[in-house]
């Protein structure tokens, strides 16, 4: 059983992960080439109840973690950890303030190669920062979820139902007019190989970290 200690460090891990993540996915907003898969469909909801004055992205990508969330507890509870709560509550605000911190760079108005580069540059960050989120063990994003439960109970490759779970999202989140492009499938191939590539990496860094501060 966990001590205190050791759940404290590893929500500490997951808080690093998912800013990390964020970071990435608030590149892809602002590359504007396509937002990445879980978020053309927040973008598709965002703009269907744009008429809701106090609605940001961040709100409604908190409202669809819930849903996901609350899904799950209904299903298989052994997957909602105080982590997969605190990705739900702080995912959404994350986004909404590295949007304002980074506007003023302007992305959406480079050249196409510069705004290929930054999104190319927040796949590989979004990846590295998920699996970090994975590998604290404390829980995990709600979207991230999706993918994990079911490569749990069908035993097939988490970078392969990424892909296919993306997908879904970007299918459900375009036809509710999210914004769609090159970026969305960069993003639905690339995120979730580059993935496999860091979990073990990350696996390793945690265990280490845990194993030296917790004795």
């Given at each position: 059983?966990?001590?205190?200690?050791?759940?404290?460090?590893?929500?500490?891990?997951?808080?690093?992960?998912?800013?990390?993540?964020?970071?990435?996915?608030?590149?892809?907003?602002?590359?504007?080439?396509?937002?990445?898969?879980?978020?053309?469909?927040?973008?598709?909801?965002?703009?269907?109840?744009?008429?809701?004055?106090?609605?940001?992205?961040?709100?409604?990508?908190?409202?669809?973690?819930?849903?996901?969330?609350?899904?799950?507890?209904?299903?298989?509870?052994?997957?909602?950890k105080i982590g997969t709560v605190l990705c739900m509550i702080c995912g959404g605000p994350i986004i909404d303030f590295f949007t304002i911190c980074l506007t003023p760079l302007a992305i959406r108005s480079w050249p196409f190669p510069g705004r290929l580069a930054i999104l190319a540059l927040g796949c590989v960050i979004l990846a590295y920062g998920m699996t970090i989120v994975i590998k604290s063990d404390a829980g995990t994003g709600p979207n991230d979820l999706v993918a994990i439960v079911i490569s749990d109970k069908t035993h097939k490759p988490f970078s392969i139902l990424r892909i296919v779970v993306d997908l879904c999202f970007v299918l459900a989140g375009w036809l509710l007019g999210g914004i769609f492009g090159i970026g969305t499938i960069v993003c639905a191939g690339l995120v979730g190989p580059v993935a496999g590539i860091f979990l073990p990496i990350n696996e390793r860094l945690i265990n280490g970290i845990i194993a030296r501060t917790v004795r």
């Open positions: 059983m966990r001590s205190t200690r050791e759940w404290l460090i590893r929500v500490i891990i997951l808080m690093v992960g998912l800013t990390i993540a964020h970071l990435g996915v608030t590149l892809f907003l602002l590359a504007e080439l396509g937002s990445d898969p879980f978020n053309v469909l927040i973008q598709g909801l965002y703009r269907t109840f744009s008429g809701i004055s106090f609605l940001t992205h961040g709100r409604v990508h908190m409202v669809i973690s819930l849903l996901i969330i609350l899904i799950l507890l209904i299903f298989d509870r052994s997957y909602i």
